[in-house]
């Protein structure tokens, strides 16, 4: 008996072996080799276009990039450099971009005409960015005759698109200074042209964000003017990334890995040493500059309720002509 139990645990032993070293060749050769590639297999696309500005707001993408965070998702996040949030609409409904920075305004703004209704609407996927003081500045020459809000009655302000959160934050802001909203005209530029145009007279003002503003004030004598993120916008949510309805339902898992790479890129923007020399490498700034830029917050989760606040403010400046509930857009975060 004792016999006949050893010889079956030994055909048991050399059978596990024979099975183990089987899949040990199939693993080392030829068809075999797929198992290996589940990571990337998790994602519907493995490589996606993000459309970006080069602005301090989008720091915790770059950080994502640069600490491989997307890649241990199985993501490859080819960047695309747009000039706002406006622009992005076109892109993310011909299919250009995947997904894409941009401002709440525009996003909300898009979303209420039905800009995106062809590929199911918008929808947001992270949160990137709020304001703090002194990052968020309507800026004049050193050499104008502006000094304070009130002297911006009549004049012209650069802003990088139209009907956006630059827009809403100015005339509320305006506004909340006693300045007639409706006084001022704005010019469309991209950020990086506005010092210039400060300089030469093309414009009276403009509405800068880091790191222009911090390199218009040291190598133009630029002087701020108006904070746009005070009185009724302080605080204010400012940014993040979206995407189309089509987009996320053919690729749930794509964007929970996003989510995922980007909140961890969230968290660590905070820290300056962390974003200073990406600053240098992506928005083509000096070093010194990078380091004197004032720092907004890197929210790393999307909050229905922070977000309302924005279209709240859009009703009320007439960027919305009818209440907008803002919940419906949001994408539910990886994990939940």
């Known amino acids: 008996m004792t016999l006949r139990v050893s010889r079956s645990i030994f055909r048991g032993t050399a059978l ?14 030829g068809e075999e080799q797929k198992p290996a590639q589940q990571s990337n297999g998790q994602v519907e696309k493995s490589k996606v ?14 950080v994502a990039n640069k ?8 993501l490859e996040v080819e960047l695309k450099t747009i000039q706002g949030g406006a622009q992005a609409i076109p892109g993310l409904v011909n299919g250009e971009l995947d997904m894409s920075f941009g401002n709440w305004v525009s996003f909300f703004a ?20 709020q304001a703090k003081p002194d990052m968020f500045l309507i800026l004049a020459a050193g050499d104008s005759a502006i000094k304070n809000p009130k002297d911006l009655a009549g004049k012209t302000i650069a802003i990088n698109t139209f009907k ?29 042209d506005m010092q210039a145009a400060l300089q030469n007279k093309t414009v009276d003002a403009a509405f800068l964000v880091e790191p222009f503003i911090t390199r218009a004030q040291r190598m133009a004598g630029a002087v701020t003017v108006l904070d746009a993120a005070s009185g009724p916008t302080a605080n204010i949510p400012i940014a993040g990334y979206a ?16 989510q995922r790479a980007i909140t961890k890129g969230q968290k660590d923007a905070a820290d300056r040493p962390t974003v200073e020399p990406l600053l240098v490498e992506y928005a083509k700034v000096d070093k010194e500059t990078a380091s004197l830029v004032h720092f907004g917050e890197f929210p790393t989760t999307l909050d229905a309720t922070r977000l309302q606040r924005v279209a709240t403010l859009m009703k009320t400046y ?10 419906p857009m949001l994408l539910a975060p990886s994990g939940s």
């Open 243 to 258: 995407t189309t309805g089509k987009f996320a339902k053919e690729n749930p898992k794509t964007l929970a890995a996003f």
């Open 318 to 327: 007439g960027l919305l002509q009818n209440d907008m509930d803002v919940k």
């Open 110 to 129: 898009a979303e209420s005409k039905g800009a995106a209704k062809a590929v199911d609407g918008l929808k947001l996927v992270a949160d990137g960015y």
């Open 16 to 29: 596990a072996a024979l099975l183990a070293l089987v899949a040990s060749c199939g693993l080392l050769g």
């Open 49 to 62: 276009v993000v459309g970006v500005l080069p602005i301090l707001d989008v720091a915790a993408i770059h």
């Open 164 to 192: 956006n959160i630059a827009e809403l934050t100015a005339k509320a802001t305006l506004e909340a200074n006693n300045v007639d909203p409706k006084t001022v005209t704005f010019k469309e530029m991209p950020f990086p």
């Open 67 to 74: 600490k491989g965070y997307f890649k241990e998702e199985g």
